[in-house]
């Protein structure tokens, strides 16, 4: 069972910033596909960006790009995503996952982290 957990979620006004990061426990990241997704407030969770197992390569949904950049630490036991120019409808509990092959898909993701709330206030 793969052990990873999220942090770095916190309260921050429209137009700030923050960096959220999912760090793994005894195995490296580069290993999987790591994808973040996002539940809103009486949404239903959605992809935002990925993290793609061949060849390193990123992925961006719309709502997000140029707004959020997705990356591996050096030493491969951490992805981060920094977060910018924030909205209101940003704010959501935000999770990582991993999937042993080697693009995202929110209905394939082989493990979940247990997410990390941001809220953007107006």
């Known amino acids: 069972q793969l052990v990873f957990v999220e942090s770095g979620g916190g309260s921050v006004q429209s137009g700030g910033s923050l960096r959220i990061a999912c760090e793994s426990s005894g195995f490296r990241l580069d290993h999987y596909a790591a994808g973040w997704f996002r539940q809103a407030p009486g949404k239903e969770r959605e992809g935002l960006s990925c993290?793609?197992?061949?060849?390193?390569?990123?992925t961006y949904a719309p709502s997000v790009v140029g707004r959020f950049t997705i990356f591996r630490s050096s030493t491969n036991n951490t992805v981060f995503l920094q977060m910018r120019s924030l909205k209101p409808d940003d704010t959501g509990v935000y999770y990582c996952?991993?999937?042993?092959?080697?693009?995202?898909?929110?209905?394939?993701?082989?493990?979940w982290g247990k997410g990390t709330l941001v809220i953007v206030s107006s």
């Open positions: 996952a991993l999937n042993s092959r080697a693009m995202c898909h929110i209905g394939t993701m082989g493990s």
């Open positions: 993290l793609v197992k061949s060849d390193g390569s990123t």
